[in-house]
């Protein structure tokens, strides 16, 4: 068992394919997300920013999970 602790708005996001906890352990953000609406700033924020991971490697994310989001990142 492993994964990513998310508050309901990031988890509602990565659920849309919006944004993707990468293999490199970064947040990634879809181009498809609009930056000048006022509304996705949270979102494009994030874009870049470090996972905050467990610390036990236990329950850290698989690295090919992490892979599976990437793919799925709306292009």
């Not at 988890?11 to 990468?22: C, K, R, V």
């Not at 994030?46 to 793919?71: H, I």
């Amino acid at each position: 068992m492993n994964g990513l602790a998310l508050t309901p708005n990031p988890h509602w996001a990565m659920d849309n394919h919006l944004i993707a906890p990468g293999p490199d352990q970064l947040w990634h953000v879809s181009p498809t997300v609009d930056s000048l609406v006022a509304d996705n700033q949270w979102l494009c924020e994030l874009n870049g920013k470090p996972l905050v991971l467990p610390r036990d490697p236990k329950w850290q994310p698989d690295r090919e999970a992490l892979t599976w989001r990437m793919d799925h990142l709306q292009r």
